[in-house]
């Protein structure tokens, strides 16, 4: 069974960087593509962007672009998303979730990841 952990989270003011951490655990020698969702108070989760299981294919929706980037360190079984530029709106929940795949690509459809993490709070506000 995967385990992931969530950590890096915290309160920003507008404009403000945090770097998330998703850490696995368990089975890590299997081929894993990760997505990170955010969900904020009284909305429905969002995909955020996702990285292949080799790393070589990223993803961001269009609000995030050229503000986040995610980014994988196989040998510590981690990958980070790195969040500049914050905004008020970007305010959520950040979850991380794995699937087993060796799939090219990756996809933010949140029914493909079977293997979530317990999520990290980031709040924007001044």
């Known amino acids: 069974q995967l385990q992931l952990v969530e950590f890096g989270g915290g309160l920003v003011q507008p404009g403000g960087s945090l770097r998330l951490s998703c850490a696995a655990s368990?089975?890590?020698?299997?081929?894993?593509?990760i997505g990170w969702f955010r969900q904020a108070p009284g909305k429905e989760r969002e995909g955020v962007s996702c990285i292949s299981s080799g790393g070589d294919y990223t993803y961001y929706i269009d609000s995030v672009k050229g503000r986040f980037t995610i980014s994988r360190d196989s040998a510590k079984n981690t990958v980070y998303l790195q969040v500049n530029s914050l905004k008020p709106e970007d305010t959520a929940v950040y979850y991380c979730?794995?699937?087993?795949?060796?799939?090219?690509?990756?996809?933010?459809?949140?029914?493909?990841?079977?293997?979530w993490g317990q999520g990290t709070q980031v709040t924007v506000s001044s």
């Open positions: 368990g089975f890590t020698r299997d081929y894993y593509a």
């Open positions: 979730a794995a699937a087993n795949t060796k799939k090219r690509l990756c996809v933010i459809n949140g029914e493909e990841y079977p293997y």
